[in-house]
């Protein structure tokens, strides 16, 4: 089966610093991949190249077998492959209902499809675990924890097929993070998606990922499930320094 | 999930203050046969028009420019011109104005996607003085210094001017209002807010801050139609500092983002520069010195200060309107 | 000579177009605003000289100059601070400062142009070229002060948080530098250039009420040199001055002069609109 996210030798620098080299990739449909690394590792740009916002320096993606290397960003998030950002970024001056509301008129949708997005919007809130009355609140209002949601309530909206989440987790305390994760997971399920997520925070990752890739200083340096990077020298001494070795999470 | 039965008009203090407001201006004439109020009220339904069109391109979708004089004076430089040599009544020639104030706002639309913020205020900053000067170096065309005179007027019954100024006010706060409404004004301060996530939520952003632009232009150029036939001149001091500065004080001054502000700028600005028009030196610090407060202490504008001041509730999205009417069901 | 009087006065132009875009430069770098009443400095330090003449020339400089410094940081504390949107609302705010100030100025002190006196009298041919002393005078002056400049901002302490923070105002923050006050000796500097600016080049041309609008003139050397970099001013000073001078001395008229060195900032900002030494943007 062709692979539903490929990305075949990107590279990208900025003047002096390579930001990505030499990334190959392939995810295949419905799988949870966990991206991990040091901070500075090339994750998020990385997600910046396969999302439109940068343009690689070489090197090719293909989404659903389709090129997207040279697409606008708008264009890949129609097609089905949605972001998430890593500070939450709302809408701030507008409600959390209409943040959600954007996208039901992006291009992915026919007319036939823009006739109810009020309730379209409201009912993919609630999904996310907002009710009234913050479904009517000012995105900025919101508690960070709903922030978070709302976020990912914006990327359900497009019906996506993969789903980029660079670090849901940032900011939520031990007890919302307990909560969010049984929340990504149960979308995950329902709507068939394929993730990959950004993140530091190791338990709640673990406890979704099935699959894990380290980066550092832009290169992948493992790949494989959560034990066989646990136990990978390579990752230890990124993470730890050298001498860090003979620690598993 | 039951239906609840709710009127298509409300009787919400903000609907009356709207609807006596209206009474008042459509009945005005009556009242009072001062040609000099009338035509302050002129004045100001040409320039909240004028305000509003720049509030729909920065106040709503974020995209800030100086350029706004560009549309209202080519619109006018045009009507003006087909007026007087093709003889053709303000009745078509405005609206070809605005037509030409579309595509002026198209061509200055399309660097702002290009250049980044202070770039493209440079280069808004700068356009209309080159403009001015093109206009002088064909002085056949355009008449030079002393511009295009003698142009057909709206009407010669000030009272009948007064009413066409009325009506495009209200039918361009009508339009733009319905706009800021709709799914298009939703994108549009999807894109104020964070151009980039609007563009990954889907949104081709290009394609709607070209429409943006291209409204703004309509409207601007309406607005500089009207005033060259209502003046019967046009000349190129239009591109100066005043005219540029004007459109941007009445919105902001009124409130910008909300369309309806820039009214409220207008009828208030426009008349206390003429209370003050015996010094003509003033208006020039008279715009200075409100700018300066404005942006100080009343940055939100005096519509938004109002609404929040006395409850008001803001338009917003129409969307809510149907899920208020139809009200969630907590067990589905 | 042609040749020389091009030479000679493109020397002129360059030193007062530095001058002023290196105080311009100097706050857009640091503060990250346009501050449009750049040119209202100029035009105030020279009206301050020209009332403060029966002082005699000595005390009337160093008065105006102080007068300049407190109306440049009295610009940033109360004008430019408290906004809330930088960009936009910095550049409209000081834009409608500058045209109240003129229409203050045209109102106390009428609208005709005022000369100010030279600091000394007679002249000098070189090259077949008739140079007043003063001019001279200004080039070897500016000159000075540019050097000054070059040594504070790249030798002094206060000069490396300038540079930090014109890099990066969060990590500046973070290394203890204290950004207001950084802020605070930028605009005196801003606004002690403009004034020199005044002090050295109004007497060679006289001030009105809008000689603030020479503000716009330095917008082409910006974008050539690269918006908020010092060495960009000074490179962009140098060609657009001599670019301007050349075009009025051969094809004629100060008018197409400016005309063109507009027209080529619209291309560059097209092109290549980081310009030489900015930086580069990505997107």
């Known amino acids: 089966m062709t692979p539903i996210l490929e990305i075949k030798n990107l590279n990208k620098r900025f003047g002096g610093i390579t930001a990505v080299k030499d990334f190959d990739l392939q995810i295949e449909k419905g799988e949870i991949v966990g991206l991990i690394g040091p901070n500075g590792a090339g994750k998020t740009t990385l997600f910046n190249l396969i999302t439109g916002f940068l343009k690689p320096d070489s090197g090719t993606i293909l989404f659903k077998g389709k090129n997207i290397t040279k697409l606008k960003p708008h264009k890949i998030a129609n097609m089905g492959l949605v972001r998430t950002f890593q500070l939450i970024k709302p809408f701030k001056r507008m ?47 919101l508690s960070h924890g709903y922030s978070r949601r709302l976020d990912i309530a914006r990327a359900l909206v497009l019906e996506p097929d993969v789903l980029l989440l660079d670090e849901p987790f940032g900011g939520l305390g031990t007890k919302e993070s307990k909560l969010l994760t049984p929340l990504i997971k149960k979308l995950q399920k329902e709507d068939d998606l394929t993730l990959i997520i950004i993140e530091h925070k190791m338990r709640q990752l673990m406890k979704l990922a099935e699959k894990l890739v380290v980066m550092q200083f832009g290169e992948k340096i493992a790949e494989g499930n959560c034990k066989e990077i646990a136990n990978d020298p390579k990752v230890c001494e990124a993470y730890l320094g050298r001498g860090g070795n003979g620690y598993s999470s | 999930m039951t239906k609840v039965n709710k009127p298509k008009w409300e009787f919400s203090s903000k609907n009356v203050i709207f609807l006596l407001l209206l009474i008042l201006l459509i009945g005005f004439p009556l009242i009072s046969s001062g040609y000099y109020i009338l035509l302050i009220l002129i004045f100001a339904n040409v320039g909240a028009v004028y305000a509003a069109s720049w509030d729909l391109t920065a106040g709503v979708t974020g995209q800030f420019s100086f350029g706004q004089v560009l549309f209202f004076g080519i619109a006018g430089y045009v009507s003006g011109y087909l007026n007087l040599n093709y003889g053709l009544s303000p009745l078509l020639t405005i609206p070809i104005g605005g037509a030409m104030g579309v595509l002026a706002g198209l061509i200055v639309g399309l660097p702002s996607l290009r250049l980044k913020g202070p770039y493209f205020m440079i280069v808004s900053l700068i356009f209309p003085g080159i403009l001015s000067g093109i206009i002088f170096m064909y002085p056949e065309l355009t008449g030079g210094e002393t511009g295009l005179y003698g142009l057909s007027p709206i009407s010669d019954n000030i009272v009948i001017t007064y009413y066409a100024s009325l009506f495009m006010m209200l039918i361009s706060m009508f339009i733009l209002l319905k706009i800021l409404s709709s799914r298009i004004g939703l994108v549009f301060r999807s894109i104020r807010e964070d151009p980039d996530v609007a563009e990954a939520t889907g949104i081709n952003t290009t394609k709607y801050k070209l429409l943006a632009w291209g409204i703004s232009g309509l409207f601007a150029g309406i607005a500089g139609g009207f005033q060259t036939h209502q003046l019967m001149t046009i000349n190129p001091f239009v591109f100066g500092a005043v005219y540029s500065f004007q459109a941007i004080l009445y919105a902001i001054f009124g409130g910008a983002g909300t369309i309806i502000g820039s009214v409220a700028g207008s009828y208030i600005l426009t008349t206390l520069n003429e209370l003050l028009r015996y010094i003509t030196d003033l208006r020039a610090i008279l715009y200075a010195v409100v700018m300066i407060i404005t942006f100080l202490f009343l940055p939100m504008g005096i519509y938004r200060w109002f609404a929040v001041k006395f409850n008001i509730e803001l338009g917003t999205w129409n969307g809510l309107k149907k899920l208020r009417r139809e009200p969630y069901d907590p067990d589905s | 000579m042609l040749i020389a009087e091009i030479l000679i006065s493109g020397l002129i132009l360059t030193g007062l177009y530095s001058l002023l875009s290196l105080g311009f430069a100097l706050i857009t770098g640091v503060a990250r605003v346009f501050n449009l009443a750049h040119g209202s400095l100029y035009m105030l330090c020279a009206y301050f000289i020209f009332y403060l003449k029966f002082m005699g020339l000595g005390p009337s400089i160093v008065i105006s100059l102080i007068l300049t410094v407190i109306s440049g940081l009295i610009i940033f504390q109360f004008f430019i601070g408290p906004m809330k949107k930088k960009n936009f609302g910095a550049a409209i705010v000081t834009l409608s400062l500058a045209l109240g100030i003129q229409e203050l100025v045209k109102i106390f002190c009428g609208p005709q142009y005022k000369a100010l006196p030279y600091v000394v009298n007679g002249y000098i041919t070189i090259l077949g070229v008739r140079v007043v002393y003063q001019k001279l005078l200004t080039l070897i002056v500016s000159l000075i002060i540019i050097v000054l400049l070059e040594l504070f901002i790249n030798r002094t302490r206060i000069g490396k948080s300038i540079r930090a923070v014109a890099q990066n105002m969060d990590v500046a923050k973070l290394v203890g530098i204290n950004t207001r006050n950084t802020f605070m000796i930028s605009i005196g500097i801003s606004a002690l250039l403009a004034g020199i600016a005044a002090v050295l080049f109004a007497p060679l041309n006289s001030v009105s009420p809008m000689s603030w609008t020479i503000v716009f003139s330095i917008f082409p050397v910006m974008v050539l040199g690269g918006l908020g970099s010092l060495k960009g001013a000074l490179v962009g000073s140098v060609i657009i001055a001599f670019t301007e001078k050349i075009i009025e001395f051969t094809i004629g008229g100060g008018y197409l002069a400016q005309t063109v060195t507009f027209a080529v900032m619209l291309i560059i900002i097209l092109v290549r609109p980081s310009g030489i030494f900015g930086k580069k943007i990505e997107r």
């Open chain 1, 95 to 141: 409600l959390a209902i209409e943040n959600v509301a954007v996208g039901c008129y992006s291009d992915r949708f026919k007319k036939e499809q823009k006739a109810d997005v009020p309730q379209k919007a409201f009912n993919t809130l609630k999904r996310v675990g907002i009710n009234p009355p913050e479904t009517f609140k000012f995105a900025s209002s």
